[in-house]
């Protein structure tokens, strides 16, 4: 169902793009909400109950405890939101000669896509990937030229440093936990949220060649 209701998204990743000894899947993922305070006053509450992950307190899932990590995920799945995500295995789709930077944009095109043909009024809060200022360009150019097809009445993209912004340190757990579900087949924390997940796509080899 589209809704014409504004949207607030931040989108974060886990995983590599490119192809690395340590890990073979990358993970996109999307929360999607009405109210950001809502993640907001998560995150704070988190920080505040058991303290913050790194020095310049922002929360980090991979270095977190499992009781917090429960606790904000727990938390995120009470309220109204939904969560997007698009999975991809480098070695299942054997894209070797793509470069990590075309693979990143490809899967956040379609990532987007998602959320702009449910939600067609957007503010998307991307995790700042780059301080080059062109590759930022290339990233926003691919996404608005993917999506151009796709109805929409608004869409504003920031791309923008995690440490300040709880919504991008809310769905940083929700990404990392997806991470451990496809890399490590330990599903324990997304099971936290699954009953949010709105669309969980495994990219298969034939939508990459098809695209």
Same mark, same amino acid.
């Given at each position: ?7 607030? +998204?931040?989108?974060?990743?886990? *995983? ?40 310049? *307190? ?30 991809? $295995?480098?070695?299942?789709?054997? +894209? ?5 930077? %075309? ?19 957007? %503010? ?9 200022? %062109? ?25 923008? $440093? ?9 769905? $940083? ?11 490590? *087949? ?12 709105? %669309? ?12």
């Amino acid at each position: 169902m589209v809704s014409v209701a504004l949207r607030y +998204i931040f989108i974060d990743e886990a *995983g590599s793009a490119g192809l690395s000894r340590k890990s073979h899947v990358f993970v996109v993922a999307a929360l999607c909400l009405k109210n950001p305070r809502i993640i907001e006053n998560i995150i704070k509450r988190a920080q505040k109950k058991y303290g913050s992950s790194l020095a310049l *307190g922002e929360l980090k899932a991979k270095q977190a405890e499992d009781k917090m990590i429960a606790h904000i995920l727990n938390a995120i799945s009470q309220e109204d939101v939904e969560i997007f995500s698009v999975v991809i $295995d480098r070695q299942i789709l054997e +894209i070797a000669d793509s470069n990590s930077e %075309e693979i990143y944009r490809w899967v956040m095109v379609r990532l987007i896509k998602k959320l702009v043909a449910r939600h067609p009024r957007l %503010e998307i809060t991307l995790d700042r990937r780059y301080t080059n200022k %062109e590759l930022r360009y290339k990233l926003e150019k691919a996404i608005r030229e993917g999506i151009s097809e796709i109805p929409q009445n608004y869409m504003l993209i920031r791309q923008e $440093d995690s440490q300040p912004n709880r919504g991008l340190q809310a769905v $940083d757990f929700i990404a990392w936990s997806l991470f451990q579900k496809y890399e490590r *087949g330990n599903d324990i924390y997304y099971r936290h949220f699954a009953s949010r997940i709105v %669309e969980e796509e495994v990219v298969a080899k034939q939508a990459w060649d098809t695209e």
